[in-house]
């Protein structure tokens, strides 16, 4: 049985371009793994707290050492890592927010970016992602538009989430960029364009 971990950012219930997306997105996941598990995880509900001095000073004691203070710290990331590893799939979707991810998504990455769980510092002084066969899919919504505009070199959100995800060797298979939402015809357009694109890379997994 095939797992798809799905995690909503934006701060938006009704009317977010990205759930919306999101929501094609598993349907379509479902059609093509009828026997395949949605594991949800919506950012507004499931509190992801910043991280503490505490927390990351017991990411880097080991586990043999740790006492019941550290290992009640390290808690929730253990959790979360455990939980993107039984993935096969990931799906995140996120909205623009000035200029980057919502810091909601950036508190989940602090807690799963973690080293000799999900990646090691090598001898040599390189990094090494340690995730294996999971694949992931992102969905970013924006409401100008930024691909090969003046304003491409704003976006810091999908160049960062590329990057994190390389770090950590969780093979990024497609990003879903939805921009232009704030005018009804673009996002009309645009929502077509990248439903299709959905269509086209389900049917390749």
Do not use: C
């Amino acid at each position: 049985m095939k797992k798809l971990l799905r995690i909503d950012a934006s701060l938006r219930k009704e009317g977010s371009h990205s759930r919306h997306l999101a929501d094609y997105f598993e349907k379509n996941w479902l059609k093509a793994h009828p026997t395949g598990k949605v594991i949800y995880k919506d950012l507004t509900k499931t509190e992801i707290p910043h991280l503490k001095n505490e927390t990351v000073e017991a990411f880097h004691i080991p586990l043999k050492e740790q006492n019941k203070i550290n290992k009640q710290a390290t808690r929730l990331s253990d959790k979360l890592i455990l939980e993107l590893k039984s993935a096969d799939y990931v799906l995140i979707s996120s909205p623009l927010y000035n200029l980057n991810i919502p810091s909601t998504l950036k508190s989940y990455l602090d807690h799963i970016v973690r080293s000799d769980h999900t990646f090691r510092v090598n001898k040599d002084g390189s990094y090494q992602g340690l995730l294996k066969n999971t694949k992931a899919y992102v969905i970013t919504t924006k409401g100008e538009t930024y691909k090969g505009t003046a304003m491409a070199s704003l976006d810091f959100q999908e160049p960062y989430l590329k990057t994190i995800f390389g770090f950590i060797n969780l093979e990024l298979k497609a990003i879903f960029s939805l921009e232009g939402t704030a005018y009804p015809e673009l996002l009309e357009k645009n929502n077509k364009i990248q439903q299709e694109k959905i269509l086209m890379n389900l049917q390749n997994i």
